[in-house]
């Protein structure tokens, strides 16, 4: 049985107040994923961008699913994103241009204890039976990881509107952010996927423990996407690109640490 947990909260999220379609058309829109934005990486390596080209930026974060969505309505001037497929999709269907990627970390799985990380993660899914287990559900990039892995059990599955999930009691979907669900599953007692990022940014405030795997599958690269957008928006987003794939990035992201630790990486 899965339980769908409605979130109702009123947040101050920057860049997420009004339409996009609203904004004054000097605007450039940077749709792009909360890991992004909560753990302070884009401030870090945009800084600098934007100081030297005055670009009017606004970056509105969502779940990649949503991302990708603005990219289709034309909302957006630019995306980055995590869902390699649905970018690669994204782009036959011909609403991108490009995919380049420029960072990457990993997925892990966080909750009340370890596990043991010698197992793979496929053995560690398998193994939730009668402990309770925390979904974004909101199609973003960790969600549809987290649908290839359940994919990939011995769970027997179910599919709705919310997604591929597993026929467990325990089993809840948010439909929100990850530090929504993060704040749910450390509340609950319960385990949930999560980006690195997200998760050492908020550690602070979780009871929650962290194991780490090494499986392939849980790589995470982050690529920016240009769209079939108006000439001088489109030639912003390439100078962004080219920013983002220059040696003063890559040197950013690896100086880059949350709370001590490394969360980001060159690809």
């Known amino acids: 049985m899965i339980r769908a947990i409605l979130v109702c909260l009123i947040l101050f999220v920057p860049g997420c107040i009004n339409s996009p379609s ?12 909360t890991s992004l934005r909560d753990s302070g990486l884009l401030d870090h390596i945009l800084e600098e961008f934007l100081s030297e080209t005055q670009t009017n930026l606004k970056i509105v974060a969502f779940g990649t699913g949503a991302a990708l969505n603005l990219g289709k309505k034309g909302d957006a001037d ?23 990627t420029f960072t990457y970390n990993h997925f892990v799985l966080v909750g009340p204890r370890n596990l043991d990380s010698s197992l793979n993660i496929i053995d560690a ?14 199609y973003s990039g960790t969600h549809e990881k ?14 709705d509107e919310r997604g591929v999930f597993p026929e467990m009691e325990n089993y809840f979907s948010v439909g ?22 997200t998760y050492l940014h908020l550690k602070p405030k979780l009871d929650l423990k962290m194991t780490e795997f090494t ?30 794939t220059s040696d003063i990035v890559m040197s950013k992201i ?14």
């Open 78 to 100: 630019v995306l980055i994103v995590h869902a390699p497929e649905k970018e690669n999709q994204f782009i036959e269907d011909g609403f991108g241009i490009s995919r380049t």
């Open 125 to 138: 899914f398998d193994s939730f039976e009668s402990d309770c287990f925390v979904s974004r559900g909101d």
């Open 215 to 244: 499986d392939e599958i849980l790589m995470n690269p982050y690529s920016i996407i240009q769209l079939n957008t108006i000439k001088e928006k489109q030639s912003i987003a390439i100078e962004l690109e080219t920013y983002l």
């Open 254 to 267: 690896e100086n880059f640490t949350i709370n001590g630790e490394h969360s980001f990486f060159v690809a």
């Open 146 to 159: 987290e649908q290839a892995i359940w994919q990939t059990t011995n769970h027997t599955l179910n599919e």
């Open 22 to 33: 609203l904004e004054n058309d000097d605007t450039f829109i940077l749709a792009t994923t």
């Open 176 to 197: 929100n952010g990850m530090a929504v669900t993060l704040t749910m599953a450390n509340e609950m007692g319960c385990f949930t996927l999560s980006d690195r990022a």
